[in-house]
């Protein structure tokens, strides 16, 4: 079955550390995100990319950095200036942001909890 | 800038009453229009879209939404509640001309009573 494939489902971390959250999707979609959800303030969009090896920031990106080497993945990495990192983090993709309805196909998410 | 305002961050009703999840969004051209369930600890699931057409909207477990221009309204309803119908709804617009970029409302989440 095609779809999207997070991991890990639950991450604790120090304070201080990096983890990098892992998406890869079998759909052959063109664009992949990442949103942040935050109780009460819906999905937040911390960067997008509608092609290998190009990215851009979306509403939030201080503190996230991330890749796109290959079509399939597009791994997020929550580094240690992200001031407040506990959250749920959503991957999402759709076939592309030029062409279509912009329908996104999500993750099951990652939900980060920083000690 | 496109906004997205979904009225009632909490909805309850009764296991059999209507459901009306109200969205109202602002935006310079027509946009296409999303509604999106997300059960907890879960990604989000396309519930139905309106894109071009017929402006009432059929989706999945018996949900339908109707698109008003005039109104700039896109609001979902069910005719009959079920408690498997519990979650949190999140209504969304996506325009395709001067950015391409996909606006959630806040969501509302849906408590279904005995």
């Known amino acids: 079955d095609g779809g999207i494939t997070q991991s890990p489902k639950y991450l604790f971390r120090k304070e201080g550390q990096n983890v990098t959250l892992s998406c890869e999707q079998n759909?052959?979609?063109?664009?992949m995100y990442w949103y942040r959800q935050d109780p009460g303030q819906g999905l937040r969009l911390i960067y997008y990319?509608?092609?290998?090896?190009?990215?851009q920031k979306g509403d939030i990106a201080e503190g996230y950095s991330v890749s796109r080497e290959k079509k399939e993945s597009f791994p997020l990495t929550v580094t240690s200036a992200q001031k407040n990192p506990t959250a749920f983090y959503l991957c999402?993709?759709?076939?592309?942001?030029?062409?279509?309805?912009?329908?996104?196909?999500f993750g099951e998410g990652s939900r980060l909890t920083v000690l | 800038a496109q906004s997205v305002t979904q009225l009632g961050s909490h909805v309850s009703v009764s296991e059999g009453a209507l459901v009306l999840l109200r969205c109202n969004y602002s935006?310079?051209?027509?946009?296409?229009l999303f509604w999106y369930v997300q059960y907890p600890n879960q990604g989000l699931q396309l519930l139905l879209k309106?894109?071009?057409?017929?402006?009432l909207v059929k989706g999945i477990n018996g949900f339908e939404a109707e698109f008003k221009k005039s109104e700039t309204s896109f609001h979902l309803t069910k005719p009959s509640a079920h408690m498997s119908d519990a979650a949190e709804y999140f209504c969304?617009?996506?325009?395709?001309?001067?950015?391409?970029?996909?606006?959630f409302g806040a969501g509302t989440r849906l408590f279904v009573k005995a």
């Open positions: 999402a993709s759709s076939i592309s942001m030029g062409v279509g309805t912009g329908e996104l196909f």
């Open positions: 759909l052959n979609h063109d664009a």
């Open positions: 990319s509608q092609i290998v090896n190009d990215f």
């Open positions: 935006s310079s051209v027509p946009p296409y």
């Open positions: 309106y894109t071009t057409g017929a402006t």
């Open positions: 969304a617009v996506f325009q395709n001309t001067g950015g391409f970029k996909t606006i």
